[in-house]
C-alpha cells in the first residue's frame, strides 16, 4: 500500500503565493514520476505538473513561469510552488505517484487533495 498526503492548501489574494507539499508512504521501493494535477468545479480533472525521479519537468501551459515543481527524493516528497496566483487557478489539487513496491509491483497512487481558492 502506498499512500499520498498533501498538505499547504488554503485561501489567498489574487498575485500570491501558495506552496503545496506531498508526502509519499508505505511499501515503496522506488518512486518514478510524482506530479499535481488539480480539478476545478464542474471541470475534469488536468495536468498542473509532474517531475520524474531524474528531475526533469512538465507543465501546463497555463501554469508555466508561475509554478515550480520540485522533489525530496530521500523524503519521498513533492512539492508545488506556486506564485503569481490567479483566480483560474482556484480547485483541488491532487497529488500523483508511481512507481515499484518493495514486492515489485506497479503502483499508481493518489492523494485526497487539498483545495485551493484564489480570491480577493
Known amino acids: 500500500q502506498v499512500q499520498l498526503v498533501e498538505s499547504g492548501g488554503g485561501l489567498v489574494q489574487p498575485g500570491g503565493s501558495l506552496k503545496l507539499s506531498c508526502a509519499a508512504s508505505?511499501?515503496?521501493?522506488?518512486?518514478?514520476?510524482m506530479g499535481w494535477y488539480r480539478q476545478a468545479p464542474g471541470k475534469q480533472r488536468e495536468l498542473v505538473a509532474t517531475?520524474?525521479?531524474?528531475?526533469?519537468?512538465n507543465y501546463a501551459d497555463s501554469v508555466q513561469g508561475r509554478f515550480t515543481i520540485s522533489r525530496d527524493n530521500a523524503k519521498k516528497t513533492v512539492y508545488l510552488q506556486m506564485d503569481s496566483l490567479k483566480p483560474e487557478d482556484t480547485a483541488v489539487y491532487h497529488c500523483?505517484?508511481?512507481?515499484?513496491?518493495?514486492?515489485?509491483?506497479?503502483?499508481?497512487?493518489w492523494g485526497q487533495g487539498t483545495q485551493v481558492t484564489v480570491s480577493s
Open positions: 517531475i520524474t525521479s531524474g528531475g526533469s519537468t
Open positions: 508505505g511499501t515503496i521501493r522506488r518512486i518514478n514520476t
Open positions: 500523483y505517484a508511481d512507481g515499484y513496491t518493495t514486492s515489485w509491483y506497479q503502483f499508481t497512487s
